[in-house]
């Protein structure tokens, strides 16, 4: 047991307890943060693909009260009669579009016997830095839309909406931020309005199909917990052989059994000489 005392000296634990703390980061937090990002992306892959190939429906069978979301069916395509509310119009900032920054031009629209929907009309782009340019207004009187329902974004805390240039401006497609900030309740989800539909403006690209880089990620990690461990191990056991050998007798290099062994030959011992 004397051989293994190193082991409660401070160094070795503060290194035991990192090295417990590392591993079950790695298993606890880091690799579920990037196995659950590969599955939100599969996930949403998957609904984007499926939307191609389904018939648009009335999104009143999505999204059949005011209270209504439809997490299950983002990117569905969707069809809706009714009207729209520029009165309650809202821009959101800090978009990037080609990697330009950009407004998205928020606008409720009331379907015919249905509930109010936000209706994300497109994108515009800032003049002068970050002015808002002259929009298009939306158009009157009852008109049919094609769109695709889209969750509802996560407001930041720290960031609420203003009014400035005439607009109120958010920083994220918030249903719920947007129903406090206007007054006028809305669905759950939003609608993300098609090419050549009335009201459009800049029309937003698909995302890209790529499943990216999160689950390699994760297997890392899981890699990394397991590692570490049995990094630990080693060293530790290198120890406990290079002890064994110092307390036995040694005799030094040349024959001369009273050399004393230098702090050079005890690591060589350890770790291996230089070639």
Not at 132 to 144: K, N, W
Not at 148 to 156: C, I, M, N
Not at 199 to 228: C, K, N, R
Not at 244 to 253: F, I, L
């Amino acid at each position: 047991m004397k051989r293994l005392a190193f082991l409660l000296r401070p160094g070795w634990i503060a290194l035991a307890l990192a090295v417990v703390a590392f591993a079950y980061l790695c298993f606890t937090v880091l690799a579920p943060w990037q196995l659950g990002k590969n599955t939100k992306t599969n996930r949403e892959n998957s609904q984007i693909e499926n939307s191609l190939k389904a018939d648009p429906v009335a999104v009143t069978t999505l999204l059949p009260h005011q209270d209504s979301s439809a997490p299950d069916a983002q990117w569905r395509r969707v069809t809706a009669t009714g009207h729209y509310v520029p009165a309650a119009e809202v821009l959101a900032r800090l978009r990037v579009v080609g990697g330009s920054p950009a407004y998205n031009v928020l606008t409720p629209f009331t379907i015919d016997g249905g509930p109010t929907v936000l209706v994300d009309r497109g994108y515009v782009l800032p003049i002068q830095g970050n002015t808002v340019p002259e929009i298009a207004p939306a158009p009157t009187g009852t008109v049919t839309i094609t769109a695709r329902l889209r969750d509802s974004e996560t407001a930041p805390p720290d960031k609420q909406p203003f009014r400035e240039n005439g607009f109120t401006q958010i920083y994220a497609i918030d249903t719920a931020e947007v129903t406090a900030a206007t007054g006028v309740p809305v669905a759950g989800s939003y609608l993300q309005l098609m090419e050549n539909q009335p009201g459009i403006l800049g029309v937003a690209e698909l995302p890209h199909l790529d499943p990216g880089p999160f689950l390699s990620y994760g297997i890392q990690w899981i890699a990394f917990g397991i590692v570490a461990p049995i990094g630990l191990g080693y060293f530790a056991y290198a120890e406990i052989k290079a002890r064994r050998r110092e307390s036995a007798p040694t005799t030094a290099a040349a024959g001369n059994p009273s050399a004393p062994v230098t702090v050079e030959d005890k690591l060589a011992d350890r770790y291996g000489r230089r070639p």
